[in-house]
């Protein structure tokens, strides 16, 4: 823009100084001093600038402000001209020029500390040079305009620094800190620090990370706990036949006269523990293996014939415990595809916590039907129940409503919570319906195999 206002103005003033330098040429020639000096007079008035004219040895024959009318008058300008440019233009602050009678010529036309502009241009006789004309016009009003629009422009700079540093600090604020608290939080966390939370800010993505990221420690922090929790409850579930063999085999050792009718029920004792031991055992090594991603050997199985199966397993235990156990017959084949051991270890083990927590003369029923692409398997008895407090407990490790009961039936509190992960491996669901000392029902529902069922 500055520089547009420039070159819009040398253009000007070159354009009026050669119109004048050939209008002058032939005055010069003639020695015409007086039309020379109207012409000059004329320019300078309407223009507003000073114009001289100087012979071929840059002597001054006409100076429209009437100062340096003889003098010689040379500038670096009117220099380029006499070495044959077509004419050249510069710049100059009228109170620093440098010569005594250059800052004259300038301050005489401007005053001190204008900013002014020299045009030379070469008047020509033919292909001769037979003089120079000067034209000087002030510049100030265009360098004042440039100089305000640099301030303009610096201050829109300091406008935008500015901006920069309060978007730097919001950007600090919003991005920055939430991500150092994160990374300080995560370093916590992999030092073992489960505790470890940060703070939830605003309302964006960077709060959503830390919502994330709380909830993932709470999480671990659970699953931390639950795993002590079950490492403390395994032992003591261990601990428990250990300490029952070890009264029953001292009470032997310092047995004296030896009884042999006496040896012999502790010793059916202690092989009752080691069974119960074996249980526990591998029950844990069940969980362990759920645990490392076990993999299923998936079949087509018929459900219906798996139920009925296990139910001919328990018929002898429900008859010993005085339960009738009945299973309804299934109208349609239903397949599910699944893995027939774990499948059986959940249906074998539903039913028989059905003939343990019910009395003599009760009965259990299981059922199968069939709901939309879903095989929905009913077992119910007519038991103790379960209290509603303990209802969503029992899937748990552990988890027995009545331990001397469960322990008496040889329970190991483990059973519900594998055949839970059983059924959540088959894509099924298993649900508990109680109402104490009515009985229980539990359901599973099993997805049906897509082929035949579709
Ligand atoms: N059909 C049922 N009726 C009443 N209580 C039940 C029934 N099935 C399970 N329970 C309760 O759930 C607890 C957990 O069951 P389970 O995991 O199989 O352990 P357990 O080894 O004691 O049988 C049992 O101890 C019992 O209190
Ligand atoms: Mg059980």
């Not at 070495?83 to 005489?108: H, I, M, Q, S």
């Amino acid at each position: 823009m500055g520089e547009y206002l420039f070159t819009q103005r040398t253009r000007d003033d070159q354009r009026i100084a050669e119109n004048l330098s050939e209008e002058f040429s032939g005055y010069l020639v003639a020695f015409d001093a007086q039309s020379m000096y109207d012409a000059a007079l004329e320019a300078a008035r309407t223009q507003q600038s000073r114009v001289l004219v100087l012979d071929a040895l840059c002597v001054v024959q006409v100076d429209t402000a009437s100062e340096m009318n003889g003098q010689r008058f040379i500038t670096a300008e009117i220099d380029s001209v006499l070495k044959g440019a077509p004419g050249d233009y510069g710049f100059y602050d009228a109170g620093r020029a440098g010569r005594y009678w250059f800052r004259a010529a300038l301050n005489g036309f401007s005053g001190a500390d204008a900013m002014t502009g020299v045009y030379a241009s070469p008047i020509k006789n033919g292909d001769a040079l037979v003089g120079v004309l000067v034209y000087i016009s002030q510049v100030q009003e265009i360098y004042e305009s440039l100089r305000d629009m640099q301030i303009r422009i610096l201050s829109w700079m300091a406008i935008v620094a500015a901006a920069v540093l309060v978007i730097n600090a919001l950007v600090l604020r919003t991005i920055t800190r939430p991500i150092g608290e994160l990374n300080e939080g995560i370093a916590r966390m992999s030092k073992g620090e489960l505790s470890a939370r940060v703070r939830v800010r605003g309302n964006n993505e960077f709060a959503g990370l830390a919502r994330a990221f709380n909830s993932m420690s709470e999480r671990l922090e659970q699953l931390d706990n639950s795993r002590s929790q079950f490492v403390s409850n395994a032992s003591h579930e261990l601990k428990t036949p250990l300490s029952t063999m070890k009264i029953l085999i001292e009470t032997l050792m310092y047995q004296d006269p030896l009884d042999p009718a006496m040896t012999k029920e502790f010793l059916t004792d202690v092989n009752k523990e080691i069974d119960r031991l074996n249980r526990i055992v591998s029950d844990l090594l069940t969980l362990v293996n759920i645990d490392n991603g076990m993999k299923l050997n998936l079949a087509e199985l018929d459900i219906g014939a798996l139920l009925q199966e296990q139910a001919r397993r328990l018929l002898p235990l429900a008859r010993e415990n005085g339960i009738e156990l009945e299973c309804a017959a299934v109208k349609e084949p239903l397949e599910v595809s699944g893995d027939a051991l774990k499948l059986q270890q959940v249906v074998y083990n539903i039913i028989d916590n059905a003939i343990k927590y019910t009395p003599r003369g009760g009965e259990v029923h299981c059922a199968l039907t069939r709901s939309g692409k879903k095989a929905v398997i009913r077992v119910t008895d007519t038991g103790v129940g379960i209290p509603q407090e303990d209802l969503p407990h029992i899937f748990d490790r552990f988890y027995r409503v009545d331990k001397a009961r469960s322990r008496e039936t040889g329970g190991t509190g483990l059973g519900l919570s594998i055949v839970k992960q059983f059924v959540l491996l088959h894509g099924g669901t298993i649900d508990a319906k109680s109402a104490p000392g009515k009985g229980s029902t539990f359901i599973i529902e099993l997805p049906l195999a897509e082929k035949k069922n579709g």
